[in-house]
């Protein structure tokens, strides 16, 4: 029998955790509630969940440091992001801080459920893609595992986030293409819709800081302008 998947919901509006808890469970989840942030982050730091439901404003400890520290953990939590703050602002801190969604309040629990449910597919196409794709790609001074999830550069360690790596897996499986922003948000975080585009310059930004020599005049992750970006590198022999 499958074991049932761990949820862990931060949220300090006592009647949204409820119902939240009832529609989860109702799917078979397990979920665990904790009403502050404070409680919220000593659970996550306990390990073992399948995905985080998180509120941003919270009593204690808000929801972007939450995110923050579960991006600084080494296995990857799914995170859905929930707000009474609806500016796109809002959207694209939590995003750039790692969140996989976010959800304006109020908002259906049905459509809250679906979204969970996506991303539960989508980590698992995603781990059937490394498997497939096991191989390990070197291109000049640059390696990726992609089961190891690990990226050396100059034989020497590269420290990536979760989402970090994922990007930069995508574009070494893809040397040569052009992607827009939209392309990128679509394959690698999974959006289908607009507005979250600045993110992925953001991670870009990031990924060059780390991978490049000189980020300002990258030579792996080079901008297309008024297309988008693609990844350059000639493969070892």
Not at 21 to 48: C, F, M, N, T, W
Not at 158 to 165: G, H, S
């Amino acid at each position: 029998m499958m074991k049932s998947k761990k949820l862990l919901i931060v949220e300090d509006d006592e009647n949204i955790a409820e119902l939240l808890q009832l529609h989860l469970r109702e799917e078979g989840y397990e979920i665990v509630h904790a009403a502050d942030g404070s409680l919220g982050l000593e659970l996550l730091k306990q390990g073992g969940w399948d995905a985080l439901i998180l509120d941003l404003m919270l009593p204690g400890v808000d929801g972007l440091e939450i995110c923050r520290h579960a991006r600084t953990m080494t296995r990857y939590t799914p995170i859905v992001m929930i707000s009474a703050r609806s500016s796109e602002t809002h959207r694209v801190l939590g995003l750039e801080l790692g969140a996989d969604d976010y959800l304006a309040k109020p908002f259906s629990m049905l459509e809250l459920v679906a979204r969970v449910k996506a991303l539960f597919r989508r980590q698992e196409a995603m781990s059937q893609n490394l498997l497939q794709d096991a191989g390990t790609l070197t291109f000049e001074r640059l390696t990726i595992d992609p089961l190891a999830r690990d990226v050396r550069l100059r034989q020497q360690p590269v420290e990536l986030t979760p989402r970090e790596f994922d990007l930069l897996w995508f574009f070494a499986k893809n040397p040569g293409k052009v992607f827009s922003r939209l392309n990128l948000l679509n394959q690698v975080w999974g959006y289908q819709h607009e507005g979250y585009e600045h993110t992925v310059n953001t991670h870009i930004n990031r990924l060059r800081i780390k991978i490049e020599d000189n980020p300002a005049e990258p030579e792996f992750i080079l901008t297309v302008w008024g297309k988008g970006y693609k990844f350059i590198a000639p493969r070892n022999e």
